[in-house]
Antibody, heavy 120, light 107 residues
Framework: EVQLVESGGALVQPGGSLRLSCVGS????????MDWVRQAPGQGLEWVARIRNRANKYTTEYAASAKGRFTISRDDSKNSLYLQMNSLTIEDTAIYYCARGGVAAAYDYWGQGILVTVSS | DIQLTQSPSFLSASLGDRVTMTCRASQGIATSLIWYQQKPGKAPKLLIY???TLQSGVPSRFSGSGSGTEFTLTISSLQPEDLATYYCQHVRGYPQTFGPGTKLEIK
């Protein structure tokens, strides 16, 4: 059974940093590109970042809101995906989901989500 | 950036009804369009990819159509478990934006 489990969510002050993790199981993690998608309270979905697989040289893409502040990375030996978030603002408050890239660039599996709250 | 709009924002329908919702792209995206279903308090679930291909395990009452700039998601006979918000997402370049969603309520 494919599973994605996020961790690392917390309450953090504006300007602070946080690192989210996502561990995958039940599939060959290294074969897939992986994304972070977030959802602010009561709002819609927002794509945040992508990291491709080894075959595609682990290249990355970022939303404008994440560029320069967030860094996506992965460790295939640990079946793990990460999101390092720096210079956090109140607008970064959201549930963060990791998602597996599947056929036709669709997310065929999602984690349960992890809450990040940025507040003083 | 490609923008997606969804209509209606809210939709109320009765059990057994045929329900249709629309996603429009600000520029042509061929069939690079995905539909997700998100139930309250849950992660989104993939319904349809490439505008019209049903994801494995998704009930056949769901269908998608369209290409270019206009796309539709149809539920042929509304069931109680279809209460959810439905999002479209384009995968034609970056950023891969989502539409604002259509919230479906059961009358």
């Amino acid at each position: 059974e494919v599973q994605l489990v996020e961790s690392g969510g917390a309450l953090v002050q504006p300007g602070g940093s946080l690192r989210l993790s996502c561990v995958g199981s039940g599939f060959t993690f290294s074969d897939h590109y992986m994304d972070w998608v977030r959802q602010a309270p009561g709002q819609g979905l927002e794509w945040v970042a992508r990291i491709r697989n080894r075959a595609n040289k682990y290249t990355t893409e970022y939303a404008a809101s994440a560029k320069g502040r967030f860094t996506i990375s992965r460790d295939d030996s640990k079946n793990s995906l990460y999101l390092q978030m720096n210079s956090l603002t109140i607008e970064d408050t959201a549930i963060y989901y990791c998602a597996r890239g599947g056929v036709a660039a669709a997310y065929d599996y999602w984690g349960q989500g992890i809450l990040v709250t940025v507040s003083s | 950036d490609i923008q997606l709009t969804q209509s209606p924002s809210f939709l109320s329908a009765s059990l057994g009804d045929r329900v249709t919702m629309t996603c429009r792209a600000s520029q042509g995206i061929a069939t690079s369009l995905i539909w997700y279903q998100q139930k309250p308090g849950k992660a989104p679930k993939l319904l349809i990819y490439s505008a019209s291909t049903l994801q494995s395990g998704v009930p056949s009452r769901f269908s998608g159509s369209g290409s270019g700039t206009e796309f539709t998601l149809t539920i042929s006979s509304l069931q109680p478990e279809d209460l959810a918000t439905y999002y479209c997402q384009h995968v034609r370049g970056y950023p891969q934006t989502f539409g604002p969603g259509t919230k479906l309520e059961i009358k």
